[in-house]
Protein backbone atom coordinates (compact mmCIF):
# COMPACT_ATOMS: atom_id res chain seq x y z
CA UNK A 1 0.00 0.00 0.00
CA UNK A 2 1.63 3.53 -0.87
CA UNK A 3 2.23 5.90 1.84
CA UNK A 4 -0.05 8.43 0.14
CA UNK A 5 -3.27 5.63 0.30
CA UNK A 6 -2.06 5.38 3.89
CA UNK A 7 -2.45 8.61 4.87
CA UNK A 8 -5.66 8.83 3.11
CA UNK A 9 -6.97 6.23 5.10
CA UNK A 10 -6.06 7.71 8.65
CA UNK A 11 -7.19 10.42 7.73
CA UNK A 12 -10.44 9.40 6.92
CA UNK A 13 -10.51 7.04 9.81
CA UNK A 14 -9.49 9.58 12.10
CA UNK A 15 -12.23 12.11 11.04
CA UNK A 16 -15.04 9.50 11.48
CA UNK A 17 -13.42 9.00 14.99
CA UNK A 18 -13.66 12.61 15.97
CA UNK A 19 -10.40 13.30 15.68
CA UNK A 20 -8.36 16.09 14.69
CA UNK A 21 -5.36 16.23 13.18
CA UNK A 22 -2.88 19.05 13.32
CA UNK A 23 0.51 18.70 11.14
CA UNK A 24 2.71 21.65 11.04
CA UNK A 25 6.12 22.66 11.75
CA UNK A 26 7.07 22.20 15.42
CA UNK A 27 3.41 20.59 15.56
CA UNK A 28 2.02 16.99 15.14
CA UNK A 29 -1.06 16.20 18.04
CA UNK A 30 -4.61 14.61 17.72
CA UNK A 31 -7.50 16.33 19.32
CA UNK A 32 -10.55 14.17 19.87
CA UNK A 33 -13.92 15.24 19.62
CA UNK A 34 -14.72 17.92 22.59
CA UNK A 35 -10.62 17.01 24.24
CA UNK A 36 -9.37 20.03 25.84
CA UNK A 37 -6.71 22.17 25.67
CA UNK A 38 -3.60 22.41 28.09
CA UNK A 39 -2.95 26.29 28.49
CA UNK A 40 -0.20 28.55 29.80
CA UNK A 41 -1.23 31.84 31.02
CA UNK A 42 1.97 34.41 30.84
CA UNK A 43 0.84 37.14 33.20
CA UNK A 44 -2.16 36.37 35.67
CA UNK A 45 -3.37 39.89 36.92
CA UNK A 46 -5.14 42.69 35.62
CA UNK A 47 -5.88 41.74 31.88
CA UNK A 48 -4.52 38.20 32.32
CA UNK A 49 -6.55 37.68 34.91
CA UNK A 50 -9.66 38.45 33.02
CA UNK A 51 -8.01 35.54 30.37
CA UNK A 52 -8.11 33.18 33.45
CA UNK A 53 -11.60 31.70 33.03
CA UNK A 54 -10.62 30.07 29.46
CA UNK A 55 -9.06 26.90 31.83
CA UNK A 56 -11.93 26.41 32.82
CA UNK A 57 -13.40 24.89 30.20
CA UNK A 58 -9.65 23.81 29.42
CA UNK A 59 -6.45 22.06 31.36
CA UNK A 60 -4.81 24.56 33.13
CA UNK A 61 -0.74 23.18 32.94
CA UNK A 62 0.93 26.31 34.14
CA UNK A 63 0.66 29.88 35.31
CA UNK A 64 3.41 32.58 34.94
CA UNK A 65 3.43 35.74 36.79
CA UNK A 66 6.72 37.78 38.07
CA UNK A 67 3.82 39.29 40.69
CA UNK A 68 4.14 36.11 43.09
CA UNK A 69 1.15 38.05 45.03
CA UNK A 70 -1.16 37.59 41.63
CA UNK A 71 0.31 34.49 41.31
CA UNK A 72 -0.76 32.84 44.27
CA UNK A 73 -3.94 34.58 43.31
CA UNK A 74 -4.45 32.56 40.32
CA UNK A 75 -2.50 28.86 41.66
CA UNK A 76 -5.76 28.96 44.12
CA UNK A 77 -8.13 28.98 41.05
CA UNK A 78 -6.06 25.92 39.92
CA UNK A 79 -4.11 24.31 42.02
CA UNK A 80 -3.26 21.58 39.78
CA UNK A 81 -1.26 24.11 37.57
CA UNK A 82 2.70 24.18 37.73
CA UNK A 83 3.88 28.03 38.79
CA UNK A 84 6.57 29.90 37.85
CA UNK A 85 7.70 33.39 37.64
CA UNK A 86 9.92 33.54 34.19
CA UNK A 87 8.15 31.84 31.15
CA UNK A 88 11.65 31.02 30.19
CA UNK A 89 11.72 27.91 32.67
CA UNK A 90 8.31 27.27 32.30
CA UNK A 91 8.63 26.48 28.57
CA UNK A 92 11.54 24.52 29.22
CA UNK A 93 9.78 22.45 31.53
CA UNK A 94 6.13 22.23 30.09
CA UNK A 95 6.46 22.20 26.67
CA UNK A 96 5.66 19.13 25.93
CA UNK A 97 2.74 19.66 28.21
CA UNK A 98 0.84 23.19 26.04
CA UNK A 99 -0.79 22.84 23.96
CA UNK A 100 -1.98 26.75 23.71
CA UNK A 101 -0.70 29.68 25.55
CA UNK A 102 -2.14 33.19 26.82
CA UNK A 103 0.46 36.34 27.06
CA UNK A 104 -0.84 39.39 29.08
CA UNK A 105 2.24 41.02 30.20
CA UNK A 106 3.33 44.61 29.90
CA UNK A 107 4.33 45.34 26.34
CA UNK A 108 7.99 44.87 26.02
CA UNK A 109 7.29 40.79 27.03
CA UNK A 110 5.26 40.43 24.39
CA UNK A 111 7.58 38.96 21.75
CA UNK A 112 9.91 37.15 23.74
CA UNK A 113 7.46 35.25 25.02
CA UNK A 114 4.87 34.94 22.18
CA UNK A 115 7.60 34.28 20.05
CA UNK A 116 8.67 30.96 21.49
CA UNK A 117 5.00 30.04 22.11
CA UNK A 118 5.16 30.26 18.44
CA UNK A 119 8.52 28.43 17.52
CA UNK A 120 7.04 25.59 19.48
CA UNK A 121 4.91 25.25 17.40
CA UNK A 122 1.96 25.94 20.15
CA UNK A 123 -1.27 28.64 19.70
CA UNK A 124 -0.21 32.23 20.90
CA UNK A 125 -3.20 34.57 22.41
CA UNK A 126 -1.38 38.15 22.83
CA UNK A 127 -2.72 41.16 24.15
CA UNK A 128 -2.73 44.39 22.81
CA UNK A 129 -0.65 46.08 21.23
CA UNK A 130 0.94 42.69 19.61
CA UNK A 131 4.50 43.83 20.00
CA UNK A 132 6.53 46.71 21.56
CA UNK A 133 8.46 47.55 18.45
CA UNK A 134 7.53 47.80 14.78
CA UNK A 135 10.47 45.11 13.41
CA UNK A 136 9.08 42.47 16.33
CA UNK A 137 5.89 43.14 14.61
CA UNK A 138 7.20 41.98 11.68
CA UNK A 139 9.08 39.16 13.25
CA UNK A 140 5.79 37.76 14.48
CA UNK A 141 3.95 37.84 11.07
CA UNK A 142 6.78 36.36 9.61
CA UNK A 143 7.01 33.34 12.20
CA UNK A 144 3.72 32.91 12.44
CA UNK A 145 3.55 32.39 9.10
CA UNK A 146 6.58 29.97 8.78
CA UNK A 147 5.17 27.82 11.57
CA UNK A 148 1.38 28.19 11.03
CA UNK A 149 -0.21 27.93 14.29
CA UNK A 150 -3.65 30.06 15.59
CA UNK A 151 -3.17 33.20 16.88
CA UNK A 152 -4.76 35.73 17.92
CA UNK A 153 -4.53 39.56 19.06
CA UNK A 154 -6.55 40.90 21.73
CA UNK A 155 -8.59 43.40 20.05
CA UNK A 156 -11.84 42.08 21.24
CA UNK A 157 -13.50 44.70 18.98
CA UNK A 158 -12.57 42.89 16.23
CA UNK A 159 -15.23 40.82 16.50
CA UNK A 160 -18.35 42.75 16.71
CA UNK A 161 -20.65 42.75 14.31
CA UNK A 162 -20.61 47.12 14.33
CA UNK A 163 -17.10 46.69 13.12
CA UNK A 164 -18.21 44.86 10.32
CA UNK A 165 -21.01 47.20 9.51
CA UNK A 166 -18.45 50.01 9.26
CA UNK A 167 -16.22 47.79 7.01
CA UNK A 168 -19.16 47.02 4.68
CA UNK A 169 -20.12 50.17 4.61
CA UNK A 170 -16.87 51.90 3.25
CA UNK A 171 -16.28 49.44 0.80
CA UNK A 172 -19.27 49.38 -0.15
CA UNK A 173 -19.12 52.95 -1.32
CA UNK A 174 -21.85 54.34 1.50
CA UNK A 175 -19.96 57.79 1.94
CA UNK A 176 -18.10 57.95 -1.55
CA UNK A 177 -14.13 57.97 -1.61
CA UNK A 178 -12.82 58.10 1.70
CA UNK A 179 -10.66 61.20 1.85
CA UNK A 180 -9.33 61.20 5.19
CA UNK A 181 -9.98 59.25 8.82
CA UNK A 182 -9.72 60.91 12.10
CA UNK A 183 -9.38 58.46 15.11
CA UNK A 184 -9.04 59.63 18.80
CA UNK A 185 -9.00 58.06 22.51
CA UNK A 186 -9.12 59.77 25.97
CA UNK A 187 -5.90 57.89 26.92
CA UNK A 188 -3.46 58.55 28.11
CA UNK A 189 -5.46 57.45 31.94
CA UNK A 190 -2.03 56.90 33.33
CA UNK A 191 1.01 59.03 33.70
CA UNK A 192 2.55 60.34 31.06
CA UNK A 193 4.66 63.64 29.90
CA UNK A 194 7.45 62.60 32.96
CA UNK A 195 10.48 64.67 32.24
CA UNK A 196 12.58 63.20 35.05
CA UNK A 197 12.49 59.70 36.44
CA UNK A 198 11.38 58.83 39.76
CA UNK A 199 13.90 58.02 42.56
CA UNK A 200 15.01 54.42 42.84
CA UNK A 201 12.78 52.14 45.90
CA UNK A 202 13.74 48.73 46.90
CA UNK A 203 12.06 45.88 45.21
CA UNK A 204 8.47 44.98 46.59
CA UNK A 205 9.10 41.33 48.31
CA UNK A 206 6.42 39.87 45.62
CA UNK A 207 8.30 41.33 42.89
CA UNK A 208 10.83 39.16 40.47
CA UNK A 209 12.27 42.48 39.09
CA UNK A 210 14.74 41.06 37.10
CA UNK A 211 12.21 39.02 34.87
CA UNK A 212 9.74 42.21 35.66
CA UNK A 213 12.78 43.86 33.43
CA UNK A 214 13.27 41.22 31.07
CA UNK A 215 14.22 42.17 27.26
CA UNK A 216 14.48 45.95 28.55
CA UNK A 217 17.60 47.39 29.32
CA UNK A 218 18.09 46.98 33.13
CA UNK A 219 16.67 49.98 35.50
CA UNK A 220 16.09 50.24 39.25
CA UNK A 221 12.98 49.75 40.90
CA UNK A 222 10.89 52.92 40.69
CA UNK A 223 7.25 54.14 41.57
CA UNK A 224 5.20 54.33 38.32
CA UNK A 225 6.03 50.74 36.91
CA UNK A 226 4.21 48.00 38.42
CA UNK A 227 1.63 47.02 38.20
CA UNK A 228 -0.15 49.19 36.03
CA UNK A 229 1.68 52.97 34.60
CA UNK A 230 4.66 51.09 32.66
CA UNK A 231 2.54 51.76 30.02
CA UNK A 232 3.48 55.39 29.41
CA UNK A 233 7.62 54.71 29.63
CA UNK A 234 9.51 54.51 26.45
CA UNK A 235 11.36 51.23 27.46
CA UNK A 236 8.46 49.24 28.54
CA UNK A 237 5.24 50.03 26.86
CA UNK A 238 3.71 51.86 23.92
CA UNK A 239 1.60 54.92 25.35
CA UNK A 240 -1.58 55.65 24.43
CA UNK A 241 -1.35 54.64 20.65
CA UNK A 242 -0.14 51.61 21.28
CA UNK A 243 -3.06 50.58 24.00
CA UNK A 244 -5.94 52.39 21.78
CA UNK A 245 -4.79 51.87 18.76
CA UNK A 246 -5.51 48.42 18.12
CA UNK A 247 -9.24 48.37 19.37
CA UNK A 248 -9.80 52.35 17.96
CA UNK A 249 -8.02 52.23 14.78
CA UNK A 250 -8.78 48.80 13.87
CA UNK A 251 -12.53 49.97 11.56
CA UNK A 252 -9.58 51.68 10.20
CA UNK A 253 -7.51 49.33 9.32
CA UNK A 254 -9.60 46.65 8.53
CA UNK A 255 -12.33 49.04 6.11
CA UNK A 256 -9.52 50.58 4.26
CA UNK A 257 -6.75 47.93 4.01
CA UNK A 258 -3.97 50.44 3.37
CA UNK A 259 -0.89 47.47 3.70
CA UNK A 260 1.40 50.25 5.34
CA UNK A 261 1.43 53.89 5.04
CA UNK A 262 4.04 55.92 3.15
CA UNK A 263 4.73 58.12 5.87
CA UNK A 264 4.35 59.29 9.55
CA UNK A 265 4.56 62.50 11.76
CA UNK A 266 4.08 64.10 14.28
CA UNK A 267 1.99 67.01 14.20
CA UNK A 268 2.04 67.89 17.78
CA UNK A 269 2.78 66.97 21.15
CA UNK A 270 2.46 68.30 24.31
CA UNK A 271 5.36 67.06 27.01
CA UNK A 272 7.77 65.75 24.59
CA UNK A 273 10.67 64.14 26.44
CA UNK A 274 13.13 60.93 26.76
CA UNK A 275 11.33 58.73 29.91
CA UNK A 276 7.84 59.05 28.82
CA UNK A 277 5.19 59.20 25.91
CA UNK A 278 3.78 63.06 25.37
CA UNK A 279 0.68 63.87 27.52
CA UNK A 280 -0.64 64.94 24.29
CA UNK A 281 -0.27 64.04 20.74
CA UNK A 282 -1.91 64.04 17.40
CA UNK A 283 0.01 61.98 14.40
CA UNK A 284 -0.57 61.77 10.45
CA UNK A 285 -0.17 58.73 8.42
CA UNK A 286 -0.11 59.60 4.52
CA UNK A 287 -1.68 55.69 2.75
CA UNK A 288 -0.98 55.56 -1.18
CA UNK A 289 -3.45 54.93 -3.83
CA UNK A 290 -4.53 50.61 -4.10
CA UNK A 291 -6.46 49.08 -6.57
CA UNK A 292 -9.49 51.19 -7.02
CA UNK A 293 -9.47 53.36 -3.92
CA UNK A 294 -7.33 56.73 -3.89
CA UNK A 295 -4.48 58.29 -1.65
CA UNK A 296 -6.09 59.23 2.00
CA UNK A 297 -4.52 60.27 5.34
CA UNK A 298 -5.23 59.38 8.65
CA UNK A 299 -4.97 61.39 12.03
CA UNK A 300 -4.75 60.15 15.19
CA UNK A 301 -5.63 62.08 18.30
CA UNK A 302 -4.97 61.31 22.00
CA UNK A 303 -4.82 62.95 25.47
CA UNK A 304 -7.82 64.63 25.12
CA UNK A 305 -7.89 66.19 21.66
CA UNK A 306 -10.08 65.86 18.92
CA UNK A 307 -11.00 66.89 15.39
CA UNK A 308 -13.73 68.98 15.03
CA UNK A 309 -17.32 68.09 15.49
CA UNK A 310 -18.55 67.77 11.77
CA UNK A 311 -21.22 70.25 10.41
CA UNK A 312 -23.40 67.53 9.74
CA UNK A 313 -23.51 66.02 13.04
CA UNK A 314 -24.26 69.60 14.19
CA UNK A 315 -27.33 69.59 12.46
CA UNK A 316 -28.26 66.00 12.02
CA UNK A 317 -31.77 65.81 13.26
CA UNK A 318 -31.51 62.51 14.58
CA UNK A 319 -30.35 64.67 17.34
CA UNK A 320 -33.60 65.87 18.76
CA UNK A 321 -32.03 69.02 19.50
CA UNK A 322 -28.96 67.23 21.80
CA UNK A 323 -25.65 68.84 21.87
CA UNK A 324 -23.48 67.27 19.14
CA UNK A 325 -20.42 65.19 20.73
CA UNK A 326 -17.67 62.58 19.37
CA UNK A 327 -17.60 61.25 22.95
CA UNK A 328 -14.25 60.34 24.81
CA UNK A 329 -13.17 57.80 22.08
CA UNK A 330 -14.17 57.13 18.10
CA UNK A 331 -13.55 57.23 14.19
CA UNK A 332 -14.62 59.62 11.82
CA UNK A 333 -14.25 58.81 7.89
CA UNK A 334 -14.53 61.57 5.60
CA UNK A 335 -15.83 61.13 1.86
CA UNK A 336 -16.99 62.42 -0.91
CA UNK A 337 -20.71 61.78 -0.34
CA UNK A 338 -21.03 61.90 3.22
CA UNK A 339 -19.52 60.90 6.64
CA UNK A 340 -19.74 57.99 8.64
CA UNK A 341 -18.84 58.50 12.83
CA UNK A 342 -18.02 55.23 15.06
CA UNK A 343 -18.57 55.69 18.94
CA UNK A 344 -16.46 54.42 20.99
CA UNK A 345 -13.31 51.99 21.42
CA UNK A 346 -14.46 49.33 19.70
CA UNK A 347 -16.06 50.91 16.41
CA UNK A 348 -19.32 51.64 18.00
CA UNK A 349 -22.71 51.70 16.48
CA UNK A 350 -21.76 53.71 13.42
CA UNK A 351 -23.70 56.93 12.19
CA UNK A 352 -24.04 58.05 8.60
CA UNK A 353 -23.91 61.98 8.33
CA UNK A 354 -24.76 64.43 5.52
CA UNK A 355 -25.86 62.89 1.74
CA UNK A 356 -25.03 59.27 3.07
CA UNK A 357 -27.60 59.17 5.57
CA UNK A 358 -30.05 58.11 3.68
CA UNK A 359 -28.01 55.07 2.28
CA UNK A 360 -29.81 51.67 2.75
CA UNK A 361 -28.61 49.68 5.31
CA UNK A 362 -26.94 46.42 3.66
CA UNK A 363 -29.30 43.64 3.33
CA UNK A 364 -27.59 40.40 4.89
CA UNK A 365 -23.88 40.55 5.77
CA UNK A 366 -21.15 40.19 3.48
CA UNK A 367 -18.53 39.60 6.06
CA UNK A 368 -19.43 36.40 8.51
CA UNK A 369 -20.31 36.91 11.89
CA UNK A 370 -18.23 35.52 14.86
CA UNK A 371 -18.09 32.80 16.96
CA UNK A 372 -16.38 35.14 19.74
CA UNK A 373 -13.12 36.74 20.14
CA UNK A 374 -11.62 33.51 22.20
CA UNK A 375 -13.55 31.13 20.97
CA UNK A 376 -12.39 32.04 17.07
CA UNK A 377 -8.66 31.24 18.69
CA UNK A 378 -10.03 27.89 20.72
CA UNK A 379 -11.76 26.91 17.38
CA UNK A 380 -8.43 27.05 15.79
CA UNK A 381 -6.49 26.01 18.16
CA UNK A 382 -7.75 22.37 18.62
CA UNK A 383 -7.65 22.52 14.41
CA UNK A 384 -11.86 22.84 14.31
CA UNK A 385 -10.93 25.98 11.73
CA UNK A 386 -7.54 26.76 9.71
CA UNK A 387 -4.72 27.88 11.79
CA UNK A 388 -5.44 31.52 10.62
CA UNK A 389 -9.25 31.34 10.98
CA UNK A 390 -8.69 33.87 14.04
CA UNK A 391 -9.67 37.65 12.01
CA UNK A 392 -6.99 39.30 14.06
CA UNK A 393 -4.33 36.62 13.88
CA UNK A 394 -1.08 37.74 13.60
CA UNK A 395 -0.84 38.01 9.95
CA UNK A 396 -3.55 41.01 10.37
CA UNK A 397 -2.63 42.18 13.35
CA UNK A 398 1.10 42.54 12.35
CA UNK A 399 1.14 45.21 10.04
CA UNK A 400 -1.67 46.61 11.98
CA UNK A 401 0.93 47.62 14.75
CA UNK A 402 3.41 48.30 12.38
CA UNK A 403 2.01 51.02 10.87
CA UNK A 404 0.06 52.38 14.41
CA UNK A 405 4.13 52.04 16.11
CA UNK A 406 5.41 53.71 13.26
CA UNK A 407 3.50 57.42 14.71
CA UNK A 408 5.83 56.66 17.74
CA UNK A 409 8.66 56.46 15.87
CA UNK A 410 8.04 59.64 14.38
CA UNK A 411 7.61 60.75 17.91
CA UNK A 412 11.46 59.68 19.00
CA UNK A 413 12.88 60.55 15.83
CA UNK A 414 11.76 64.10 16.28
CA UNK A 415 10.89 63.98 12.33
CA UNK A 416 8.62 63.11 9.50
CA UNK A 417 9.79 59.76 8.70
CA UNK A 418 9.01 57.96 5.04
CA UNK A 419 8.48 54.50 5.23
CA UNK A 420 9.62 51.11 2.85
CA UNK A 421 8.01 48.60 4.39
CA UNK A 422 9.26 45.89 2.11
CA UNK A 423 13.00 46.36 3.65
CA UNK A 424 11.75 47.25 6.72
CA UNK A 425 13.76 50.68 6.75
CA UNK A 426 12.67 54.42 6.68
CA UNK A 427 14.56 56.05 3.81
CA UNK A 428 14.64 59.71 4.68
CA UNK A 429 16.22 59.91 7.91
CA UNK A 430 18.93 56.74 8.52
CA UNK A 431 19.36 57.59 12.57
CA UNK A 432 15.43 57.07 13.18
CA UNK A 433 16.20 53.21 11.76
CA UNK A 434 17.13 52.83 15.36
CA UNK A 435 13.94 53.36 16.89
CA UNK A 436 12.00 50.55 14.69
CA UNK A 437 13.11 48.10 17.36
CA UNK A 438 15.79 47.52 20.85
CA UNK A 439 19.00 47.42 19.34
CA UNK A 440 20.34 45.40 22.30
CA UNK A 441 17.85 42.69 24.47
CA UNK A 442 19.43 41.55 27.33
CA UNK A 443 21.50 38.46 27.76
CA UNK A 444 18.99 35.39 28.00
CA UNK A 445 16.37 37.74 26.57
CA UNK A 446 16.58 37.24 23.42
CA UNK A 447 14.22 36.79 20.40
Not at 119 to 129: D, I, M, N, S, T
Not at 203 to 211: A, E, F, G, S, T
Not at 212 to 228: C, K, S
Not at 299 to 307: F, K
Request: hydrophobic share 40%; glycine share 10%.
Amino acid sequence: MSSLVSRRRFLKQSALAGVTILVGPGLAKTYAANEKLGLAHIATGGQGGSHLGLSDSNNCIALCDVDRTRLAGAAQQFPGAATYEDFRKMFDEKAKEIDAVIVSTPDHHHAPASLRAVRLGKAVYCEKPLTWSVREARLMADETRKYKVATQMGNQGHANSENRLIVEFIQSGAIGTVKEVHTWTNRPVWPQGITKRPPSKPVPDNLNWDCWIGAAPFREFHDGLHPFAWRGWIPFGCGAIGDMGCHTWDCVWWSMAPDAPKTAEVICADGRNDETFPSRMIVKWEFAAKGNRPAFDAYWYEGGLRPDVPEELASDPRLQGKKPNLGGSGSLFIGTKGKLLAKGDYGGTPLLLGEAKDWERIPGRAIELSPGHHEEWIMAAKGEKPWDYPKSNFLYSGPLVEAMLLGNVALLANEKIAWDSKNLRITNSPKANRFLGREVYRKGWEI
